[in-house]
Structure formats: structure tokens, C-alpha cells
């Protein structure tokens, strides 16, 4: 309300009728720009606790960021960034604006705190498409790609370069190969599909766990042998495969191996183990039908759910 009336009486007046505000004539412009101000600041409604923006979900209550469905985890600064950055999607923000939202304060002009974080961001955002490849040579040495690796890459290295047909090698730590390595075994095969590795199995202790250097990744390799699937004690499991349809099909087949031997372990009887003949016999029939048609149900599974896969 804006009025020449300007004593107490009138004043509580027109609060009372529903004013938000009373400005007494003459006043100056400035103040009339600042109390507008102040006012719709009190009517804004609390940003909302969940925001979606394609397939990017944050949760502010929960703390939780999703892409697709799956989790990203953030570190608190990330996250007080990207929650600034979704609630204004499709606005420009300033660099002030975003650094006094997230460090209350301006940072020194010559920082470059928020370009380390905003990097990390879109690195963390990306994760899961085609831009997480990267290319690198026999040595290990990236060629191309944003990403670094590991010294353990020389488990990947060495085992290439002592073995022709180990095309593609997956290393990881999926569960029940990785809880055979603690329980020192391999696996024995007592279902039809692991015959894919009959006579092809390795359980490899004689290393010291930390592959850091060629060296160290050449002497796993010659433990390793001419096995396609390989338990590495008290650390993961190895698979190798002539092509990557192959390879991705043993590190499944493999993994579940590993879950029917444990799980056939703890049952009341001992595990009927398949005779290696019989094994053998199965095994080329294994390699030439099975790849092919998981990779292409999986590679049609994976465009289906996530199609920005090869953008
Ligand atoms: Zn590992």
C-alpha cells in the first residue's frame, strides 16, 4: 500500500485489511524496489525436495542422486552444485552465484575450486555412456579418453602379450568368484554351461595380490597359463575370451559357476561333479552357440534400457 495517510491508526489499518506491506509518502524509490523485493522474497514456496531433469534425479531429502535409475555418489560441495544447477535447468547462473550458494561467499577470483568441481561433475554425469572408453597402448599408456588407469592394468597387458587369444581380459571382483578366492578354491563344474571351461580353470595364489608393474603382471600371466576363467586368491577373478561377445559371455557363465559351486558346498550332499569327458565333449558346442546370441540379447537389453549409450 502506498499512501499519503500516515498516521499509526492508518497504518495498522491497512495491514490488518491485508497489505503486505505500507509505504507513507514521500518515499524513496530505492526503498519501494527493496521492500517489493523482500515481500515476494517471503511468498517464494521452499524449493522442492526432488528434482528431475531428463534422467538426472536428485533428492534432497534422501541425499541421492540418480542417472536412469541408478546411483551416483556425491561428495556434499558436488551436491549442493548440481542441486543449484537443476533447480535453475535452463537458466544461466553466474559464477558468484553459484560459488556464495555452495561456499557462502565469493571465492578468490583466482581460484578455480568450482571448474575442479564442476569437472568432476560432468565427469560423474557421463559415467555409464560410450564416452567412458579409453584407448591405450601395449604398455598401458593412454592414447585417447579422459579417464586414467590403474597400474593394475597390467594384469590386462601382460596377459594380452603372453596370450594370442586372450583377446579381450575382464578383471573384476563380482561376488562369488571373489568369495572362492577367500576360500582358496576353484570352482568344479557340476552344471552343463561351465563346461565352457573344462581343462580352462586356474586358481592362482603364488603372487603377491598387488599387480603395481609389467613384472608383477607377467609373472601372473605365466601362473595364469592357457586358462580363459581364473580365481586370484583372497582378491577376484580373471576371464579371458577370443572376442568380446565371448569374453562377456564367460565372465557371466564363470561367475555363476562360481555361485552353483559355493552354493552346492553348503547343501547336505556333496556336489555330483561333471565327468571332464562329458565336459569336454559339451564345451566346443558351448563356445561356438552360446556367445552370439547372449551378447546380441544383452547388447539389445542394454540400447533398450539406456539408448544414449552410443551417443
Ligand atoms: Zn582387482
Not at 497504518?11 to 524509490?29: H, I, N, S, T
Not at 563346461?195 to 586358481?203: N, Q, T
Not at 559339451?282 to 546370441?293: A, D, E, N, S, Y
Request: with cysteine; net charge negative; hydrophobic share 45%.
Amino acid at each position: 500500500m502506498l499512501t499519503a495517510r500516515d498516521s499509526v491508526d492508518d497504518r495498522v489499518r491497512g495491514l490488518e485489511a491485508g497489505a503486505d506491506d505500507y509505504l507513507v509518502k514521500p518515499f524513496a524509490f530505492r526503498e519501494l524496489v527493496a521492500r517489493i523485493r523482500a515481500v515476494t522474497r517471503r511468498h517464494q514456496p521452499p524449493p522442492p525436495a526432488v528434482v528431475e531433469v531428463g534422467d538426472l534425479r536428485l533428492d534432497a531429502d534422501a541425499w541421492t542422486v540418480t542417472i536412469a535409475g541408478q546411483p551416483v555418489a556425491m561428495t556434499p560441495k558436488e551436491f549442493a552444485i548440481l542441486e543449484l544447477l537443476m533447480q535453475n535447468a535452463g537458466r544461466l547462473l553466474s559464477r558468484s552465484q553459484i560459488e556464495e550458494h555452495v561456499w557462502d561467499t565469493d571465492l578468490h577470483t583466482e581460484s578455480n575450486l568450482l571448474e575442479v568441481y564442476i569437472a568432476r561433475l560432468r565427469r560423474k554425469l557421463a559415467a555409464g555412456g560410450a564416452t567412458d572408453l579409453i584407448t591405450i597402448d601395449a604398455d598401458g599408456v593412454v592414447i585417447a579418453g579422459e579417464w586414467d588407469v590403474t597400474p593394475a592394468v597390467h594384469i590386462h597387458t601382460e596377459l594380452h602379450r603372453a596370450r594370442p587369444d586372450a583377446t579381450v581380459v575382464i578383471h573384476g571382483h563380482p561376488y562369488y568368484a571373489t568369495l572362492l578366492g577367500g576360500l582358496g578354491i576353484a570352482p568344479e563344474i557340476i552344471h552343463q554351461n561351465s563346461s565352457i571351461f573344462a581343462r580352462d580353470i586356474a586358481f592362482v595364489d603364488e603372487y603377491d595380490g598387488l599387480i603395481g608393474n609389467a613384472d608383477a603382471g607377467a609373472a601372473l600371466a605365466e601362473r595364469i597359463g592357457t586358462a580363459t576363467g581364473v580365481v586370484l586368491a583372497n582378491h577376484g577373478a580373471i576371464v579371458t575370451g577370443r572376442t568380446i561377445a565371448e569374453a562377456c559371455y564367460q565372465a557371466v557363465t564363470f561367475e555363476r559357476m562360481c555361485k552353483f559351486y559355493y552354493d552346492s558346498l553348503l547343501a547336505p550332499q556333496k556336489p555330483r561333479i561333471l565327468p571332464e569327458d562329458a565336459a569336454l565333449a559339451i564345451k566346443p558346442h558351448l563356445k561356438q552357440g552360446c556367445p552370439p546370441v547372449f551378447w546380441d540379447g544383452a547388447v539389445r537389453q542394454l540400447l533398450r534400457s539406456e539408448p544414449e549409450t552410443l551417443s
